[in-house]
Every structure is written in structure tokens, then in C-alpha cells.
């Protein structure tokens, strides 16, 4: 008897117990947990924001060419048949216009520039002659004197004579012109790009020597696109790097009236100032400045990219961030112009963007903090231990 009134209380005390979990559970609600067990959520990271910031961006045109001579001079010998027997310059070496740059043999000529003389005074003496029996023949001619066959072989040989001077000066001429051209002569200043030149050499008249820059003058060819022609005009900086990285300023001179059918683009020559490290022949990138444009930018550091794509972390009112895509522009320096994505007054995370996830939870540092710190990780949860131990 006593053994089941022991059954039926316990079996009593069961049915209270379940009706009493019923009851909590009835009054329970998802996302509440009792004060002591309670979990506060706590920032991923400690961040600084940006929003969008007003930047003038420059304008430029980027091209590629290669570096030429303004013009170039043809040096060659017109003298014909001469030994080639003193050369004074070399290539690089800079030269003043009238400057000797290599000597011919002139012996030979000099001897028929003698004997020409020569020959060109015995000329005038034979005209002196001649032009004295003239004259006797024109006072006779009205005295009946002489024939008037005499007299007019008396005139014709004074006229013989002058031409046979005229033709021994013209051989005067001719020699020293031979004499001068034995020496080659520097035609304008500049600087000696090749030399063909051969110490001993006999050369034919024509023979080329040397080349000239002139004025040691160089350029830069560009080649730009056809349709970014029309913003280019002359007057326009230009600045070019060479593979080696040094970078110098140009002046935009003339622009080509052609466009190549092959590549549709169009020459563009640009003036260089005198520089020891460009070379004829260099091959240059550069870029024509147009003047500037306001954008609105960030921080290279706000962004991210993913497959392709650019996003960056915008915080909301509840201090979460949410991932956005925004469509990005040029960049200058570490600044990147913003194209869409984003609004005026939206913020976003200056740095750190590879540490959140969609979603995440931050503390925004104080003005003045820069640098990311990560937040305390979460505590474990808590939990009720009782007085024998058990959970």
C-alpha cells in the first residue's frame, strides 16, 4: 500500500512538472535568452570612414612614339676622285656651322688650278695683242689702207681672244671651286649622329660622310588615336617617359595632316629641350595635359575587388556594413574616381574592407585615429553552473 502511494505522488509530481515546461514554453520568444545566459554582441573591427571627396583630376592623352632628329643633314663629298686624308670629328661631337670636319688631298687640284692660271694669262696677254691689231684695223678702215678681208680677221681674232680668256678664267674658277671642296664644312650647327667617313678613302663625288642633326634639335613622334586628334592643338605640354624612367617636358609643335590606314592613328611631333639621356631612336610613353576636371573620389584603401568588380563597405545607421558596388573611374596618385555606387553623404569604410563581411558589426575610431585595430574577439557564451556542479 504504502509502495504505491509513493507511485502515484511521484507520477503526480511528472505531470506538474511537464505542465510548467508547457507554460515556458508558450511564453518563450525566438531571440530572447534569459538575463543570465543573456550574449552581447560585440564590433569585428574598429574602422575609420570616408565619404565622397570633391578632387580635380587632370585631363591627359596617353600615347606612345618614338624619339627622332628635328631634321637631319646628308654631310657627302663633291669632290671626285680624292683621297680622304683628315677627319676631326666624330659621332655625338657637337659643330658650329663653317667648321672643317674632314680634309681631301688636294695636290693634284692645286696643279691644275696653277696651270689654269697660267694658261688664263697667256690668254690675256694674247688679248692685249689682239685687241691692239683691232684697233689699228678700225682707223685703216676708212683710209682704204688694208682690205676689208685684213680687217675683219684683225676683228675676228680680237674676239677669239677674249673668249679663249673668258673660257681660261671660267678654268680658274673651276679649280678653286675643287680646292674648296676638298674640304668638307659643317653646313648648320648641331651634333654628328653617324660618320661613313674612312681615313685613306678615295671617294667618288656624291659620297655620303655624315649625317647632321640640326641644331641638335629632337622630337617626339606620338602616335594618337584619330579620334583623340581633335583635342590635341600646338602649344600643349607634353610629358614623356623613356624605358630607362627619365621624364622630361615637351611642346606640342605640329600635328600630322595624315592618319595611317593601317593603325588610324595620327603622328603628333612634339619639340624636346636638349637633354643628355635621350637618344634618336628611343622609344617613349607619354601623356598631353589638357587641364583638369573635378570628380568625385576615395580612398584607394576603401576598395575592394572581387572578380572583376569594385566594392566597398558602406555603414549604415546600425553601425553594419553592407557591401556596394560601385563603378570606378581614373586614379590619381591613391585617389579613385567614383562613377556610381555611391551617394554624397554615404559612408563608408576607409580601410580594412578585406577583415568584414556583409553585415558585420563596427566601431567607428574617434577623429583623428587612422590606423584599424580588430575589436576584443567574442566571449564564449555564458552558462548556469549549480552548487553539485552540474550544467
Known amino acids: 500500500m504504502k509502495t504505491s502511494h509513493m507511485l502515484v505522488l511521484a507520477f503526480m509530481g511528472l505531470v506538474l512538472a511537464g505542465i510548467t515546461i508547457v507554460g515556458m514554453l508558450a511564453e518563450y520568444k525566438p531571440g530572447t535568452l534569459p538575463p543570465a545566459t543573456a550574449i552581447t554582441e560585440q564590433p569585428t573591427l574598429t574602422v575609420a570612414v570616408t565619404t565622397l571627396q570633391t578632387a580635380t583630376f587632370p585631363t591627359r592623352i596617353a600615347a606612345n612614339g618614338d624619339i627622332g ?143 647632321l642633326i640640326r641644331g641638335g634639335r629632337i622630337e617626339w613622334r606620338a602616335e594618337v588615336a584619330a579620334a583623340e586628334l581633335d583635342r590635341l592643338q600646338p602649344g600643349q605640354r607634353a610629358r614623356i617617359t623613356t624605358a630607362g624612367g627619365y621624364t622630361v617636358e615637351g611642346r606640342l609643335r605640329i600635328l600630322s595632316p595624315m592618319i595611317d590606314t593601317q593603325t588610324r592613328d595620327g603622328l603628333v611631333y612634339v619639340d624636346l629641350p636638349p637633354s643628355d639621356f635621350l637618344r634618336v631612336g628611343m622609344f617613349a610613353r607619354g601623356e598631353f595635359d589638357l587641364g583638369g576636371r573635378q570628380v568625385q573620389t576615395l580612398p584607394q584603401t576603401a576598395l575592394q575587388l572581387r572578380d572583376g568588380f569594385s566594392y566597398v563597405m558602406r555603414v549604415g545607421e546600425d553601425l553594419r556594413v553592407v557591401q556596394a558596388k560601385v563603378t570606378t573611374g581614373r586614379r590619381s596618385g591613391d585617389r579613385v574616381e567614383i562613377l556610381d555606387g555611391l551617394g554624397a553623404d554615404d559612408r563608408v569604410v576607409a580601410f580594412g574592407t578585406a577583415f568584414l563581411g556583409d553585415g558585420d558589426l563596427i566601431r567607428v575610431a574617434a577623429e583623428g585615429r587612422i590606423k584599424p585595430t580588430r575589436a576584443q574577439p567574442i566571449p564564449a557564451p555564458l552558462m548556469l553552473v549549480d552548487s553539485e556542479g552540474a550544467q
Open 69 to 211: 632628329a628635328w631634321q637631319e643633314a646628308s654631310i657627302g663629298t663633291e669632290a671626285n676622285g680624292l683621297r680622304l686624308v683628315e677627319i676631326t670629328v666624330n659621332v655625338g661631337d657637337r659643330v658650329t656651322r663653317g667648321q672643317l670636319l674632314a680634309r681631301f688631298a688636294a695636290d693634284t687640284v692645286e696643279a691644275e688650278l696653277a696651270y689654269s692660271r697660267a694658261t688664263a694669262a697667256e690668254a690675256q696677254e694674247a688679248l692685249v695683242e689682239a685687241a691692239a691689231n683691232g684697233v689699228r684695223a678700225r682707223v685703216l678702215q676708212k683710209t682704204g689702207a688694208l682690205s676689208a678681208q685684213q680687217i675683219q680677221q684683225y676683228l675676228s681674232a680680237e674676239r677669239t681672244a677674249q673668249a679663249r680668256l673668258d673660257a681660261a678664267r671660267a678654268t680658274v674658277r673651276t679649280q678653286q671651286l675643287r680646292l674648296a671642296q676638298a674640304q668638307v664644312l659643317a653646313p648648320d650647327d648641331g651634333v654628328i649622329s653617324a660618320r661613313a667617313a674612312t681615313l685613306g678613302a678615295v671617294l667618288p663625288a656624291g659620297q655620303e660622310l655624315f649625317r
